[in-house]
């Protein structure tokens, strides 16, 4: 007997508390799952023929493991759609999702899981009353004492801050190019990414934008350290030419290139609104000894549009995240976007209400 799947989010009554219930059950499986490395122990199975569990642990010594609770973790992916049964249940494969979770795939699908399930993420989201109640700023605070970005720097939390990286740029990818498409970034010359991290979305915008000359991905000098080898630029065959790294404060106009267009992508949230009207005021100042009468920006965030949008749900959650980990970190409307905007001197002149789920605003600083 076959159902179709349900979510938690479209039924009502007991069983959407019970699906919500079920859910956090199951995401364990997901997550021990790439914690104990399977997927990169079943890349290697034949995929019409599968691998038991034998051949799973391999030339591990085979008493460390707890062949029951193996099995049962594996049939709880097969639920999930990561894992499938091949001929009996004995033998599993991956399914063309369940591959995503491997170490080395280009979607950093893996990383994207981990940042969420990390102890420094689940811990933060743990501390949501105690932020509720003023206790903290935010749950990264008072679990280390410190603020996300502060955190993510200490030797202690390497692993976390490369997953991190990872996670965004697992975002980036997907939605990426319906972002670049979305747009018409031709028109520019020259394009910046600020805060960009590896370059992904900007990698995806130069691809799908030939006639963009340059482009430079600024963040912070731990980062750019990190990523200048252009690894995301690479795998998309752009050439070298026509991308850099500057590394620099994005609140200090004197550290800011002057370019034609500024992407901010999953910046702004970080954010509490004075220091987003810096932020964005700094790219005006940059640009006041420019010879361009026009300098644009494109904010892409998880912008809450309200009227029952499919993606608010995504971008609310979202929030709940933003809420937890960094103080003042928030999900905004565009009506909030517009008023921050204006403080900054941009005029707003547009919303593209992509629901990727992230959404574009475009506004503009005119010299006069």
């Known amino acids: 007997m076959a159902f179709a799947p349900v979510s938690s989010l479209t039924v009502d009554g007991f069983p959407k508390f019970l699906t919500v219930v079920y859910h956090r059950m199951i995401e364990s499986a997901i997550i021990a799952f790439i914690d104990l490395n399977l997927p990169d122990r079943l890349v290697h199975a034949v995929p019409h023929q599968g691998f038991t569990l034998d051949e799973i642990i391999g030339t591990d010594d085979h008493s460390t493991w707890n062949k029951d609770v193996l099995y049962r973790i594996l049939r709880a992916c097969v639920v999930t759609g990561v894992v499938k049964q091949v001929n009996d249940d004995k033998h599993f494969a991956l399914t063309e999702s369940g591959a995503m ?12 899981i981990k940042f969420v399930a990390e102890p420094e993420t689940t811990s933060a989201l743990s501390k ?16 280390f004492g410190v603020d996300f970005y502060t955190m993510v720097a200490l030797p202690a939390h390497e692993q976390y801050s490369h ?3 990872g996670a965004l740029t697992a975002i980036s990818q997907y939605v990426g190019d319906r972002l670049a498409f979305a747009v018409d970034f031709g028109r520019f010359d020259t394009v910046l990414d600020l805060g960009g991290n590896t370059g992904a979305f900007l990698a995806q915008v130069l691809q799908h934008n030939p006639s963009v000359k340059h482009g430079i991905v600024f963040d912070m000098p731990r980062v750019i350290k990190e990523v200048n080898k252009g690894e995301v630029f690479q795998s998309r065959h752009i050439s070298k030419d026509r991308y850099s790294f500057v590394a620099g404060d994005i609140f200090d106009p004197s550290d800011i290139p002057q370019v034609d267009a500024y992407l901010i992508k999953q910046l702004l949230h970080d954010f509490s609104d004075e220091k987003v009207v810096t932020i964005l005021s700094a790219i005006r100042q940059a640009n006041e000894t420019s010879s361009r009468k026009t300098i644009t920006i494109f904010i892409v965030e998880h912008v809450i549009l309200g009227d029952g949008a499919v993606s608010d749900w995504q971008s609310i959650a979202m929030d709940m995240l933003m809420t937890s980990i960094i103080d003042s970190g928030k999900e905004r409307s565009q009506e909030e976007y517009q008023q921050l905007l204006e ?5 707003f002149k547009q919303l593209y209400p992509l629901q990727a789920p992230n959404s574009i605003i475009e506004a503009v600083w005119i010299k006069h």
């Open 128 to 143: 949501l009353v105690n932020v509720t109640r003023r206790e903290s700023v935010s749950g990264i605070d008072l679990t």
């Open 101 to 112: 979770l491997t170490s080395n795939h280009p979607s950093h699908a893996r990383d994207l």
């Open 343 to 347: 403080q900054a001197g941009f005029h």
């Open 163 to 165: 997953t991190f990286n």
